[in-house]
């Protein structure tokens, strides 16, 4: 195998990318080594290349400063609507190499280092991922992030700064294990503490209703510590704020109120408050209804609704300088996107913040609420919607539960009104769900306290109006939309996959063969289709389907030997949420299938199995780019969108799917022969619902299938534990909501026509060529100023900031 070019070569090769650099490659290597000297205070004889990183990194982001502050100050003087994006999750990935892109600094700093005698691969393999997401939700955060600042809109990202990320995946002896990601053991470059700006955040206590209003007392406080990570907008000089929020606990030991050695425990003590932003919880697309993650819920909202009224009140308006007190304005300088149901308890705190500190009206405070937030929902699966307890809002935010219990009055109210004499209406859209312990419908009070309520896809806006939302659709039509997902272009175009020329795919493939070979220690066939599944396991993205082709595959190439079979290596990546037992089991399906696959040598190099262990940010940008076929195989009507469909697609993959999330766009866009479409659609699949779905049915009569499911129950691909499987064959033939058996037919006959097609490289190409040219609609900045025109009320704009050293 030829030696693949390095980062270097490749950039020097690539003449677009000569066009970037203008700065003085003289000057980067003096401010690299002033901060290898004065930051690091290190010299060349000690210095790590974890040193050399940050001194990288440092240098850098001194570039970003100055941006950062006149972005800032910009905003202060215009006071332009600002929109304020509010997740439980951030999935950034790298910063270094981003800034580098979006700065237009690569390939200055990329000579500066080679000069330095210094990789910048390597050095960019130092940072550390900033992993605090789970998956589509969190990168989709990140990636709006991105566009909100090239297209010059004042937007804030507010999260919480976990001290633990999504945990790092272990694959030993074929099973998941989890380990904790200490991600900010070296420290962060790319933040700044802002002390200044701590917030206290008040938890339990008890209610106390006066005729002056309705206080709070006896509350615990916890203290909200802001971190600011610069995101900047692409070769335009914005630069945006990313703050993320750290728990800390409040200094005041009354230590007279201890007995000897009381002390030492009251400080330890602080770990509780401490512990709010310690771990990001690790399930995707489904609800566990701990305290914790209660708390972690509302800290988030409730120190970012302070942060959003004093910026409000403090802003220069006109061309005075006073504070603003006037809050019936407020939605026209701030509009909050809730970026699923977890943030939204904005909604109850904003009006508590209203109501009883501002001492507005309630109508007038509702108002204000509902023309100020904004709902994304993310996904129809029941499992995943929050329901929290009643109980539990009692004990720890005993006031949101008074305000909510009135928002629900009134909302009843108004559903009473339209629809006299429902009573099973009301209680299908009341937000308190009776019936067993009491629980508050947190979608229900999104929609409620919201002015715009949007899905992920045009497929998924459609089933929440005609299904899960439909009766507040039916009451409220005007506030539904749909914003397809989008992707930036610059992480996952520019940035990991510069040029798309056809050398330029090979060499990707190349690249990420030798890649495979040094961490899996399997010998790779780089002319084999590189046939990738990467994203969370869940039995609804079906990777149990992708495991009964792998088999059907095998035992195909088992039987006839000596036909010409098109060589594959089949990819799956991706984490199983720690207590999610199923998808654990299925990691290990596929690695045991993969020890048998791998070792026979009968089937040689025409197929290998390989489990991509701790599928994050940074390892899809080498997988993706190096991608053929892109496994996007859910069941029609689960997935609410996908974002991993579009990377492939933009990269030059292309899609295996089913007619399900943005599949069906992309199918619109591309032309549905350019993509392999199988399998049941949305239709099919609730008529099967309706009729009732029988595995056994496909079992017996798919001869193939059977031999499957056989050698899996009988313990061919685990022989040491015979029965290691029998969970997973009770599953699929029993209980499996997602109907695998009922595609796996036409999902076979469609990889016959994938495998055939890829023998064709001239036809293979000419679909390549018009899924890369059908793709420009799944670019985030597309998203994103629909969001901005269609919910916030707010002009996206291309207009170049002047950069730091240029006159305004």
Same mark, same amino acid.
Not at 60 to 67: A, M, Q
Not at 464 to 475: G, I, P
Not at 520 to 547: A, G, T, W
């Given at each position: ?36 000297? /004065? ?76 000069q330095i005698g210094l990789d910048m691969e390597e050095l ?128 005041? /030991? ?45 800290f988030v909202v409730a120190a970012t609704l302070q942060d ?252 006839e030997p000596n036909k010409h079979w098109t060589p594959r ?208 609609? /799944? ?30």
């Open positions: 195998m030829s030696r693949p070019l390095s980062d270097h070569e490749k950039r020097k090769q690539i003449s677009v990318r000569g066009l970037a650099g203008v700065e003085n490659v003289t000057d980067l290597k003096n401010n690299f080594n002033r901060h290898l000297h /004065f930051t690091l205070v290190k010299d060349r004889n000690v210095a790590t290349k974890r040193d050399y990183y940050f001194a990288l990194a440092n240098t850098v982001r001194d570039h970003l400063i100055g941006r950062w502050i006149r972005t800032q100050q910009h905003y202060y003087e215009k006071d332009p609507k600002r929109v304020y994006y509010i997740s439980l999750e951030f999935y950034m990935g790298r910063a270094l190499q981003n800034t580098m892109v979006n700065l237009a600094l690569e390939n200055a700093c990329d000579e500066a280092m080679y960019e393999d130092m940072e550390e991922d900033a992993g605090l997401g789970n998956g589509g939700l969190g990168r989709l955060a990140a990636c709006f992030l991105d566009s909100m600042a090239t297209l010059g809109l004042a937007a804030y990202g507010y999260g919480i700064r976990y001290e633990f990320g999504i945990f790092n995946q272990k694959i030993v002896s074929g099973w998941q294990v989890e380990e904790a990601d200490d991600w900010l053991r070296y420290g962060n470059p790319w933040e700044k503490a802002r002390p200044e700006y701590m917030r206290p955040v008040h938890f339990y206590g008890r209610t106390e209703h006066h005729p002056d209003g309705v206080k709070w007392v006896d509350t615990q406080v916890v203290l909200a510590l802001p971190y600011d990570t610069p995101v900047p907008g692409y070769r335009n000089n914005v630069v945006n704020t990313m703050r993320l929020w750290s728990a800390k606990a409040p200094c005041e /030991f009354r230590l007279q109120d201890f007995n000897v050695g009381g002390y030492v425990e009251a400080v330890l003590d602080k770990n509780l408050a401490e512990n709010i932003s310690r771990v990001l919880y690790p399930n995707d697309n489904f609800f566990e209804g701990k305290e914790l993650r209660l708390k972690q819920e509302y959003i009224i004093r910026r409000y009140k403090t802003s220069k308006f006109g061309s005075m300088e006073a504070v603003r007190t006037d809050l019936d304005g407020l939605p026209n300088k701030v509009a909050i996107q809730l970026n699923d149901t977890h943030p939204a308890l904005a909604i109850p705190e904003l009006m508590r913040v209203l109501v009883d500190e501002e001492m507005l009206t309630w109508e007038n405070a509702w108002d204000i609420c509902v023309r100020t937030c904004a709902y994304t929902n993310h996904t129809v699966l029941p499992e995943a919607l929050e329901r929290w307890p009643i109980d539990l809002f009692q004990q720890l935010l005993p006031r949101h539960l008074e305000i909510i219990y009135e928002i629900n009055r009134r909302h009843l109210e108004r559903v009473a009104s339209l629809y006299p004499g429902d009573v099973d209406r009301m209680r299908r859209m009341s937000l308190i769900e009776e019936g067993g312990q009491k629980r508050v419908n947190m979608a229900h009070l999104c929609i409620v306290g919201s002015h715009a309520v949007n899905g992920v896809a045009r497929i998924h806006s459609d089933i929440l109006k005609a299904t899960v939302f439909k009766d507040f659709y039916e009451m409220d039509p005007y506030k539904f939309q749909n914003k397809t997902n989008g992707i930036t272009p610059r992480r996952w175009l520019v940035m990991c996959n510069p040029g798309l020329a056809e050398v330029i795919a090979e060499e990707n493939k190349m690249k990420f063969a030798v890649h495979l070979e040094e961490h899996y220690k399997v010998k790779i066939n780089p002319n084999s289709m590189f046939d990738l599944q990467v994203k969370r396991i869940h039995e609804y993205k079906r990777q149990l389907l992708n495991c009964l082709h792998i088999i059907t595959f095998y035992n195909r190439i088992k039987k290596t089949i990819m799956i990546g991706g984490k199983a949420a720690p207590g999610y037992h199923t998808a654990k089991m299925i990691i290990r399906l596929i690695t045991a299938i993969g020890e048998i696959v791998n070792n026979d040598p009968v089937v040689g190099d025409r197929l290998k199995v390989i489990f991509l262990e701790n599928y994050r940010v940074t390892l899809a940008e080498k997988a993706i780019p190096a991608a053929d076929l892109s496994e996007q195989i859910s069941t029609a009507g689960t997935e609410a969108s996908g974002t991993g469909n579009m990377k492939f697609m933009l990269n030059g993959a292309l899609t295996i799917g089913t007619m399900d999330g943005a599949n069906v766009e992309m199918a619109e866009e591309a032309g549905e022969d350019n993509l392999f479409i199988f399998g049941m659609r949305v239709d099919d699949v609730e008529a099967m619902d309706r009729k009732g779905y029988n595995a056994l049915e496909y079992y017996n009569r798919i001869p193939e299938l059977k031999q499957a499911i056989d050698q899996i129950a009988g313990g061919f691909f685990s022989p040491k534990q015979p029965d290691l499987f029998k969970d997973i064959v009770s599953l699929l033939m029993y209980h499996d909501r997602f109907k695998v058996f009922a595609d796996y037919g036409d999902y076979i006959k469609c990889q016959e026509k994938v495998s055939a097609l890829y023998k064709n490289a001239k036809e293979w190409t000419k679909k390549v060529i018009y899924n890369i040219a059908g793709c420009g609609k /799944f670019s985030s900045d597309r998203t994103i100023a629909q969001y901005a025109r269609e919910i916030w009320g707010m002009e996206p704009s291309l207009e170049k900031f002047p950069a730091p050293d240029e006159k305004r």
